[in-house]
């Protein structure tokens, strides 16, 4: 069974930093596209940062500048440096990866549960 596991979350100072993690598990045959998402209360989920399988790098406008995605293609895993925090920047942070699992060889996008980051003032 295939999971995602985010860890790094927390409650930071407004200007602090944070680094997500987000680990891949299970019997994996490929990974392409990995990226964050965020979800504030009563907002949409939306897109953070994303990285192809080959390094290439896409940020939300609001992010640039401060926040850098990178990944360990031989750990499965993908980070996010979070660096110059705002209080707008305190929502649910999700992991998803576009993969192939290997019992199915099918593609599909997974998700991890999510890791609370909370911006104070």
């Known amino acids: 069974q295939v999971q995602l596991v985010e860890s790094g979350g927390g409650l930071v100072q407004a200007g602090g930093s944070l680094r997500l993690s987000c680990a891949a598990s299970?019997?994996?045959?490929?990974?392409?596209?990995m990226g964050w998402y965020r979800q504030a209360p009563g907002k949409q989920r939306e897109l953070v940062a994303a990285?192809?399988?080959?390094?290439?790098?896409n940020y939300a406008d609001s992010v640039k500048g401060r926040f850098t995605i990178s990944r360990d293609n031989a750990k499965n895993t993908v980070y996010l440096q979070m660096n110059s925090l705002k209080p707008e920047d305190t929502a649910v942070y999700y992991c998803n990866a576009e993969l192939r699992p290997a019992a199915t060889f099918r593609r599909g996008d997974y998700w991890g549960q999510g890791t609370q980051v909370t911006v104070s003032l």
């Open positions: 990285i192809t399988r080959d390094g290439s790098t």
């Open positions: 299970g019997s994996i045959f490929s990974i392409n596209d």
